[in-house]
């Protein structure tokens, strides 16, 4: 009796992991239906959604001008200490003294990606990148000027 | 022998079973006493993640701390993420937009049916089968690219925030959502195939890891854990939050107890899911996605509690305010870490091969238990 059993134990179990492996056969004979993507090949192709969060980038307009004031909004908005900005005085046309912006310091190490600066700035002067090939030979090269060298603050923007 | 699993005594041998192993889904450490290939003792040793999230918490303001929390059970970051929202918004008193309780509702369950996805191939994998892990992922694949056009992220999404969702949805994430159900729909068939039907599944599925209503309850098991031996637990049933009450879905119970009664809860709270999202997927309602709140924000003197069922079982926020802009104390309550605990309980006088399969039905996220 127990051999039985054990026989027609052995032969269900054949039956079931066969029932399985028409599956992976299937899949192994209809190719269309494979979504792997054969990254780094694709890299010309690959197509991020506009939200991802890759890097903070600042935006800088055709002639060489951003829209960010040295509120440090979103430094105070930063969990992690990512971004520290250095301010300057510029001497306005009339004479006064003027906070501006001087070096926006972004520690790519550092940033956890959370978003919590971009939606912190009032002027929409960061946004997220759609980068993801962060790496580098030192770390020393992670730590970027957001600020292009020579950029102004956009005429307008208070 | 019943009497001396538990008690070391001569001939027995201890073994360690990772912190890096393969089969331990993360650095959790166990010695295992084992005379012969029966289990005696199994004593999970834990801190090699451990980030000190708490303590982090306490220097960071309301709305900063939240993002830490997607970095504890990544698998549930939304539902995390979710329950810190919440608890803040009991203490600051503000009424969230219906859109945004929709989105939240939604966001959750697409979070479970991934997280579910995931467990079960890892779960497949675990028993030695290799295939069923990438079956697994293209479905779980298609959810994360409606996360990451949505949120701009694929597991730490910092989505959630006190008053509302971060952003608004994408305009294709209703096509995009409809379009999964479809294809979850036409492939849910294949799981059955592949795995659940299997007899040699089955057979190291059933009756192993028997875990009672009472020890469940006594072991603070929540989730499918608790579910599996018929102890009614989900948070969303019994302290509705958000829309939860107005939704129509079941609780999965199953009274086996065993490690295929808690396979079975997974499984099917993965249609419930789908039916959830079913329901509210043409009903978002329009209008803000976000309340107006302060830019700091202050929480009264108090304490705030909020619980909320994460796809491993309960997850709790405690805050203890003191007026000011950053909380005075945080614990988090993770459901990893209760349900850990019943593996000793679970594992003790069976075989050593069945001890990664009982682990892999506890759904361990390392990360969760650490923190
Ligand atoms: S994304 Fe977050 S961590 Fe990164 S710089 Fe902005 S606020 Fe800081
Ligand atoms: S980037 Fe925006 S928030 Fe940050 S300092 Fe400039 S203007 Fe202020």
Redesign the interface.
Known sequence: MFIVKYIK?VF??L???A??L???LYYFTHHKEI?TQQYPDNRETLN??E???GEVVMLHDENNEHACTGCTACEL???NGTIKIITKFDIATDGKKKKALDKFVYHLELC?????CI??CPTDAIK?AQTFEHSVYDRSELTKILNKPGSEIREGVE | MIEEIGRTTEGDVMINVGPQHPATHGVLHLVITINGETIKKVEPHLGFIHRSIEKMCES??Y???I??TSRMDYLSSHINNHACALCVEKGLQVEIPSRAQVIRVLMDELTRIASHELWWGAMAMDLG?F?PFFHAF?ER?SINDIM??????RL?M?YM?PGGV??DI?PNFQRRVKDFIRLYKSKVN?YD???T????FQ?RMKGVGYLSPEDAISYGCTGPPARGSGVSCDIRKLYPYEIYDQLEFDEILETGGDSFARYMVRVREMNQSIRIIEQLIDNIPEGDFQAKTK?VLKLPKGEFYQRVETARGEFGVYIVSEGGTTPYRIKFRSPGFSNLSALDHMVRGSKLGDLVAMMGTLDLVIPDIDR
């Open positions: 134990e269900s179990g039956k079931s992991l029932i399985g028409r599956l992976t979504i991020l959604p939200r991802f969060k908005a930063c969990p956890t990606m959370c978003n919590l939606v912190a997220m | 960071l303001s709305r900063q701390f993002y830490v089968a295939t293209r694949e990451e056009e949505t949120c701009g992220a730490t910092n925030v971060m952003q994408h294949e195939e592949l795995v039907g299997n007899i040699i057979n830019a």
